[in-house]
């Protein structure tokens, strides 16, 4: 039985345009299905994370990490007593703005609208443009049509929004996200879930590319010890086991932190609704303080060993040129982009231009950004 804080999908305040209920579907089953089926979540397929695509077919690109979150989302929000299919709904959703090349093509992205148009790039943003404007996939509607719960849920998962983009604060005049509170329940579960998996799964990828070795993580709390133990426990185990077998148990105490902190927490508020829970003066769903402390120290980790490596430097490098190549070049020769983007390019309007040039690098994959890097300044490239 799902608890009285829970989000009842039969109890949503509905969708900016309404529609007829569905016979089979509850809202928020609806909305993980047009996530699902969205453009943008196809693209994620060949969007990477730290990797470029080509560097190997074993690391996690941004739809195995949406997927992995969805899968940690579900569990923790069943444990809970809450909206699972909400939870999900949240968890495919909250990477669809991200561009091709992970942070370093939003990095080289946010600085060229910048420099060109004093404008800002970020992939939050972005996701919300995708689901409420650019997937242009229904007769009726632009976006996604999603209810107030997976919207507010996707805008709000790390947080109130103390500095709305100018987009929000004029979408929320229509549909009230109450953005300085915080989100349902079943939001901040797939904001943590995701601190699981990245953090976990870069564990993963980064020992597999070689860019540190087990040995470079029994200083740290937590990580060290639990390969310690595995080793311990499998004195002969192979190096794939020794991490697929450490990363699982890393998963699982984080889960199971999660789930003893915010039983914790639940107790304490004594919610009776879900907007109990978006009003209370912080969220309910969270790490305990050590878990938080060893959090901490895996992520400043990873960023110094691996985020920062020189090998992720030196891509990082040629990806963002490339980005930085792609969007000059669509700003001052619309004529090059796809004839249906060249319809909806505003003339005389250098702002519009370069935001509508930024939405289309935003969707590429890191594949397709490359091919047209290739056919626009190869001169041997086919077109």
Known sequence: MPEPYASDPSASRGRLRPEAASRTRTDFQRDRDRIVHAHAFRRLQYKTQVFVYHEGDYFRTRLTHSLEVAQIARSVARALGLCEDLAEAVALAHDLGHTPFGHAGERALDRALWDHAGLRFDHNHQTFRILTALEQRYAAFDGLNLTWESLEGTVKHNGPVREPWPELTAFCRELDLELDTYAGPEAQVAALADDIAYNNHDVDDGLRAGLFSVADLMALPLVGPVFAEVTAAHPDIDQTRLIAEAVRQLIDRMVNDLLAESHRRIAALRPRTVDDVRRASGPVVAFSAEMRQNDRALKDFLFERMYRHYKVNRMTAKVGRAVRDLFEQYLAHPECLPPDWQAQCPCGD?????????????????????QEHRKLFDIDAAT
Do not use: E
């Open 350 to 370: 250098t702002a519009g231009r370069a935001r509508l040039v930024a939405d289309y690098i935003a969707g590429m994959t890191d594949r397709y950004a490359l």
